[in-house]
């Protein structure tokens, strides 16, 4: 199974002061988890759980797929979905030993108080760096950056990342220039 790049690095990772910004593909994410020691993981629901214009079926299904992947690592005992749109799961599964939250209406990356007290380190995993990147970043986890093919991506979230991109040089600066006294 190939990890993602930095994951391979992980202790540089873990206890890094700073967010860590990470591109992550189709591979498993159990490996890339117990390389970080992520002890929180908040999942973006669109496209990672379900896709923009699935239904509720897809969204409960999405749910238990992850949580079934992420039962091969203890080290995680917090998952959270979150999403900006209002749609919610049916029922929310329980997994022993892993606590589960659904954050709906979240308002990533502006609203933090949901996620306060979670454990870390944690790990923020979406496709959208000016959201889900800026919330990694506010958090002090990982951010785990997703990307689908744009032709994928309906024009709201394909324009969102394609700002995002442009942004994500200067969030994720691996050595940011110090500020200058004025």
């Known amino acids: 199974m190939k990890l993602c790049r930095n994951c391979q690095n992980a202790s540089e ?9 990470e591109e992550f593909g189709q591979q498993s994410l159990v490996p890339c988890l117990t390389a970080l020691a992520a002890k929180t993981v908040i999942f973006d629901v669109e496209p990672l ?5 699935s239904g509720q079926e897809a969204l409960d299904r999405g749910i238990a797929r992850v949580l079934d992947e992420l039962a091969a690592t203890p080290e995680v005992l917090l998952v959270c979905f979150a999403t900006n749109s209002s749609r919610q799961p049916s029922m929310l599964p329980q997994r022993p030993g892993m606590q589960v939250e659904f954050v709906t209406s979240a308002r990533k990356p502006l609203r933090t108080v949901p996620y306060r007290d979670f454990p870390r380190p944690g790990v923020v995993i979406g496709d959208q760096v000016l959201t889900d990147g800026l919330l990694a970043r506010r958090l002090g986890y990982t951010f785990l950056h997703y990307s689908p093919a744009p032709a994928a991506m309906p024009p709201g979230p394909r324009l969102l990342s394609q700002v995002g991109g442009l942004v994500r040089p200067v969030v994720f600066a691996r050595n940011p220039r110090p500020r200058r006294a004025r």
Do not use: C, H, K, T
Request: proline share 0%; no cysteine.
């Open 13 to 21: 990772l873990r206890f890094s002061v700073s967010a860590a910004y």
């Open 49 to 53: 759980v379900a896709d923009w214009d």
